[in-house]
């Protein structure tokens, strides 16, 4: 199954701790990208009648950054053609494993289901997104 998240990219944040309750809590920006992941995948899974996978699962996911409305023109064809790539912030493996735990329970039953995973961060024309692709691994 392939599905398409609308937003900018979000890594997963490290654990916060509040001194009064002594409890450590997950920020909510990482929160909230995990629960439009989870909701999305559910939306396409529900529409196609896909069931939540228990076998080995490969996952690709490709960042689809906007390029920069400040960009000169020959900076802009740059990034359309590939030779210039989006180096900046969040870093490529914590959007993974956002998107991973967005996934846990509903794509898959574990992300320790996941054998394989491919993660690709580029440039194209349009507002921010996200291809999120799983597969099982037969």
């Known amino acids: ?3 398409r998240v609308v ?3 979000v890594g997963k944040q490290r654990p916060r701790f509040n001194s009064r309750s002594k409890r450590t ?4 920006k990482t929160k909230d990208f995990e629960k ?10 529900l529409k196609n009648r896909i069931e939540t996978s228990n076998k ?3 996952v690709v996911i490709d960042v689809m950054a ?3 409305k ?18 900046k912030k969040p870093d490529i493996d914590n959007i993974a494993k956002a998107v991973m735990d967005g996934l846990n329970k509903v794509a ?6 996941v054998v394989t995973l491919t993660v690709n961060k580029r440039y194209w024309e349009h507002n921010d997104a996200l291809y999120i692709e799983v597969s099982e691994v037969i």
């Not at 898959?108 to 289901?113: G, M, N, R, V």
């Open 1 to 3: 199954m392939r599905f």
């Open 7 to 9: 937003g900018k990219a």
């Open 25 to 28: 809590y997950t920020p909510s």
């Open 36 to 45: 439009l992941i989870a909701n999305t995948c559910t939306i396409h899974m």
């Open 56 to 58: 080995p699962c490969k």
């Open 66 to 68: 906007s390029i920069p």
């Open 70 to 87: 400040s960009y000169t023109k020959k900076r802009h064809r740059k990034c359309i053609d590939g030779i210039e790539m989006p180096t």
């Open 108 to 113: 898959y039953e574990d992300d320790t289901q």
